[in-house]
């Protein structure tokens, strides 16, 4: 009997994201589609005879998906984040949890990159005026080179970023009391250090406990004025209350953003209105390069589960009872 598998993306994003590999997906699995975002309930319904679910980033899996599904085995997620998926409820009912590749990393740093120098050059804010007919005034901008970028969390995204602002001329700034970093031209700063020395600020550390809120009231108030944040990495860390006041203030010269709090990460419309802000709709992974690796990454996961081994990149594998009471199952017929 064939695997049967419930693809999560809706219409538009499995266009983006999955377009490409639906036919390598189809050739291995029955599946089902859905053309629009489902609820928890909508999707227990909806996946009750599949095998497997492949999930965008937005389909969250509480505890109920998986005590509600019986017959699910894998729930494999088309992207990195599981922060929304209760992995400990999925090792409970035996289901396999497992995640995508970073292979978002180019694209993420890119895209800091061009909201920088959209910041410091007033190109959306120029370009809406030209759209709509009107002349705009002449903005001065700021140059990038000889400016001074701080980093905090000096992971994938933070190196491959560092070095692209190097090649700019920028001076570098790290803070990450994890990681010694071990490159020419960067240097490591306290938190403190940093805030008061960076012109552009970019939290790109892990979303954890620790670090909600990374950017509230103390550290804009530590920040140089005029200095301005970008965040491309997740909403939690900042405190979009405070990061509002400081805008209206002008303590904080400027905010650029593809993640906030609304759903999806997407950028918090309130905060995305303001004067003096630059948001995209969490596009950082939407290139082709990213979209299609990450979408091959589930199809290679399904591959190897219809094979009888472990995909890449499970987070619980020793939890996984039902898929390996499956593979038994195989072999006994």
Known sequence: MGLRVFLTHNAEDRAAYYGR???????????????????????????????IIVAHR??????????????????????????????????????????AAKSFIPSTAEL??????????????????YQAGREPPQRPGRQLRGATAGIIGYGAVGEYLGDLLLALGMRVLV????????????????????????DFVLPLAQATEETTNLIGPQELTAMRPGAVL??????????????????ADGTLGGLAMDVGRAPDQRPSPELAARPGVVATPHLGGLTPENADA??????????????????PRAVNPEQATRLVAFWEGLHMT
Do not use: W
Not at 32 to 40: M, P
Not at 112 to 129: E, F, G, K, Q
């Open 21 to 51: 590999a639906l036919p390598d997906l189809q050739a291995l699995a029955d599946v089902t589609v859905t053309d629009r975002d489902l609820s928890v309930p909508e999707l227990i319904a909806a996946s009750a005879d599949c095998d």
């Open 58 to 99: 937005s389909t969250a899996a509480p505890s109920d998906l998986f005590a509600e599904s019986p017959r699910l085995l894998a729930f494999l997620r088309c992207a990195v984040d599981i922060s929304t998926v209760d992995v400990a409820a999925a090792g409970r009912a035996g289901v396999l949890v497992a995640r």
């Open 112 to 129: 800091a990159l061009a909201l920088m120098l959209d910041l410091a050059r007033n190109v959306s804010r120029s370009t809406v005026d």
């Open 175 to 198: 803070h990450d009391p994890y990681v010694v970093v071990a490159r020419d031209g960067i240097a490591s700063k306290s938190l403190s250090d940093l805030l008061a020395e960076a």
């Open 230 to 247: 970008v965040n491309v990495a997740r909403g939690e860390l900042i405190d979009e209350a405070a990061v509002a006041a400081g805008l």
């Open 294 to 311: 990450q979408a091959a990454g589930s199809v290679e996961q399904v591959a190897a589960i219809i094979s009888g081994h472990m995909p």
